[in-house]
């Protein structure tokens, strides 16, 4: 980002190896490549979105930002990272339901606060949840799995990208409301756990929307419901639950960035205004539909009081469900 300076101030900061400041007095940001952690592995939603934002924010910064994969626990090991990293504007965070909104509720000491311990950015997107088999399960409808899951008293598995995940709690909570039980079976990470899916070795399981996609149009997955109350546009022809006999149900994952708590709020604002301009240009648009992200674009302090209350509705579900993990 270039800066301008009366007189020889340019030169002479640039000789002395200095950051020019900016008028208000803040350093000038960023000059050095930046550090984008995702708490998940490469390919799933939350990585996905961080790279599309990393192509974004590096063009419109000069600067490389580098996407740093750091899964486990169901993201909790990542976000304890970001959580602690420095708070300079160089080390970014991309958050989800997942690690911030329900694993805080499902572990007994997950590692941070995710209020306190981070500078909110912006909610950028929202993601329905797919409930997905193998092409050639018996399981063809929300009826089948609820069915299935009576008749053989809790002995039907579904996979997760890990405890806690927004994909593991929407189906302990489709579980509550059919009124069945279903054995869990964490993954690390949504890759490995579609694979067992789509092999058969796993009957069924929830994920992200943009996380599943490109195997449901590839015919690996078969999407069997949607999550949210809605049909989506990109899964048109694919009933919502709430269809198909489990009336109001409705659960959504998001993905938004932060900063560690303490972060220049210059450098947090300038962050937040570059999301709001990625989001509203056609290309990122575009872009969102074909990875089934839907678009939000928040404020800072609006992102900080939507987490707050994801906290809250989330620590219910979790503890009608009776998910803990120690």
């Known amino acids: 980002m270039k800066t301008h300076s009366p007189g020889g101030a340019v030169i002479l900061a640039a000789l002395a190896g200095a950051t020019v400041p900016h008028a208000n007095g803040a350093e000038a940001y960023p000059t050095k490549a930046i550090r984008a952690i995702v708490p998940f592995p490469a390919g799933q939603g939350a990585d996905i979105l961080m790279r599309v934002v990393a192509e ?20 909790a090991i990542g976000t304890a990272i970001a959580a602690n990293a420095t708070p300079d504007g160089y080390t970014l965070y991309m958050g989800s339901s997942g690690p911030l909104a329900i694993s805080p509720n499902v572990y007994k000491d997950v590692g941070y606060n995710p209020v ?6 912006s909610n950028i997107a929202s993601v329905a949840q797919v409930l997905v088999t193998s092409p050639s399960s018996p399981v063809k409808s929300v009826k089948d799995l609820i069915d299935q899951a009576k008749a053989r008293g809790g002995d039907v598995q579904f ?34 756990a579609h694979l067992d899916v789509i092999a058969g070795r796993i009957p069924v399981m929830f994920d992200s929307a943009p996380g ?20 989506i546009s990109f899964l048109a022809d694919v009933p919502t639950i709430s269809e198909s006999g489990l009336k109001g149900f409705n659960t ?35 872009r969102f539909e074909d990875l089934a992200f839907t678009p939000i674009g928040d404020s800072p302090a609006a992102f900080r009081s939507f987490i707050r209350d994801e ?3 989330w620590g219910k579900v979790v503890k009608a469900s009776g998910a803990k993990v120690d």
């Open 56 to 75: 974004y924010f590096s063009a419109q910064f000069g600067q490389q930002v580098v996407v740093d994969n750091r899964p486990g626990a169901g993201g």
């Open 116 to 121: 306190k311990d981070f500078a909110p950015i």
């Open 159 to 192: 996979a997760s990208p890990g405890n806690g995940t927004t994909s593991h709690l929407t189906m302990e909570l489709f579980a509550q409301v059919a009124g069945v039980k279903l054995a869990h079976v964490p993954y690390k990470g949504s890759p490995p």
């Open 212 to 231: 599943v996609l490109g195997h449901i149009k590839a015919g690996k997955l078969r999407a069997v419901a949607v999550s949210v109350p809605l049909r």
């Open 252 to 286: 959504m994952g998001w993905i938004g960035l932060l900063a560690p708590a303490g972060t220049p709020p210059h450098i947090v604002e300038q962050l937040s205004k570059t999301v709001l301009k990625m989001l509203g240009t056609p290309q990122a648009k575009k």
């Open 311 to 313: 906290v809250a509705l």
